[in-house]
C-alpha cells in the first residue's frame, strides 16, 4: 500500500497535465518573441540566413554533418525538380579524444575523414567543390557562411573552439591537410538541414525538429528567414528532483533543461535517478543508454525476460519480476513526459507560425529517440490531438531520415 502511494505521488509529478501543456505554449511564444528581439530569453532564435529550396536546384556538392557520435561525409547528387541521383557517404566514429580534448586535433581529424572520402571517391581535392556544413550546435551567425561557437552542448568540450567561427577553423584545417578546392558556402544547424532536405521534396515543410542525441527545431520567419530556436534550452519548465540532480551532474549545468528532460542523452539518466528511488535493490550502472529504454518499454515478453537479459547485460543478476515491472513503469513515466513536452514545444512552432492552425502543416522529424522508441511518435500524435482537437489533422509528422547530411548539400546549392 505504502509502495502504491509512493509510486501514485511519482507519477503525478511526472504527469505533464493539459493545462500545464497550455501554460508552456504561452511561455515558449513569450520566449521566443524576446529571442527574437535581442533580448534576453532561454531560446537563443538564431538568424540562419538560409531560406528553403525552391526544388530546382542542380549540381554535385559535398555535405559534412557533425553534431553527435559521428561525423558524415557526403557527396549528393541534385537533379532539379525535386529529384535526387546518387549520394555515397561514409561514417567516421568520433572517439571521446576527439570531443573532449584540444579544439585543433578535432578539425584536423575532421579534415582527414573528408580527404579520405575523397580520396574513396577519386575527387579532385584541387577543383572547386561547395560545400555545405551541418554543425549542431548552438553558434552566433552574422551571414550563412560563418558562424561563432557559443557554447559546447551534449557533453562535447574540446577546447579552443568556444568562441570561434567553425568554418575558419575547419578551413585552416583542410588547408593544412592539403585540400584546397572545398568551399564552404553554408553552416547550417542539423534542424535546418532536415527542414531543408524535407522541403526540397515536399515545399509544404515548415519545421524540422531534432529528437535524438540533443532536442532542437528550426521554422520559417515571415519574411522566409529560417530561424534556429534552440529549443533544447527552454527553461520555463516543472522540473523534478530527478531533473535537478541529472543537471548537477551533467557538463553543462544551469542550460539545456527542455534537452535533459527529452533527449536521448539524458533519457536514460533520468530513469536511472528515479530507478534509484523506486526499487533501492537494484542499482542501474551510470550511462543507462536511451536505447534500453526502448527495449523495456518494447518488452511483452512473459515475466519481462527481455528487460531481464538486458539488466543482466549490463551486471544487474538476480532482478525480481516485481523489479522488472516498476523498472518498466519508470521508463513509460519518463519518456511519456517527454513526449508529451516535445508536442507542445512542436505545438509552440505550429502556433507562431499560425495561431489558429488554418493551413496544413508538415513536420520534419529525424533523430534516434523519435524513430527508435516504440511509442515516442504515438505519444506525440496523441498529445497533438489533446491539444488541438480535430485540427490536428492539419499536422503532417513525417521521419525524415539522414537529413543532416543531405540538407546539407541541398544549401550547398542555393548558395
Ligand atoms: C544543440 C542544437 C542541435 C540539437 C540536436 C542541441 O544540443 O544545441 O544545436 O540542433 O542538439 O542535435
New binding site residues.
Partial sequence: MQNKIALDKIKLLFYVTLPEIKKFIRDFHREMQKGLCGKKSSLKMIHTYLRRPTGAEKGRFLALDL??THFRVMLMELKGNGKTGACPVKTFVLKKKHTTGKGKALFAFLAGCIGAFMKEHKLDTQARYNVGFTF???VKKKDADSGVLIRW??DFSASGVEGKDVVKLLNIALKESGITGAKITALL???VSTLVARSYTEPDCDVGV?L?????ACYPEKNGEII?I?W??FNKLRRTHCDREVDRRSGNPGE?FL?KMV?GMYLGEVIRCLAAELLPRIELPRGFKSEYVSVIEADTSKGLRKTDNLLKKVGIRGSKHRDRKLLKKACVMVSARAARLASAAIASVLTKMDPTLSRRHTVAID?AVYEKHPCFSHRIRATLKEIFGKDARRIKLVLTKDASAKGAAVIAATR
Avoid at 535524438?212 to 532542437?216: A, D, E, L, P, R
Fill in positions: 553534431g553527435g549542431s550546435f548552438p552542448t551534449k544547424n542539423d534542424t531534432i535524438g542525441t540533443g532536442t532542437n534556429n534552440e533544447g534550452n539545456q534537452e533527449s533523430g
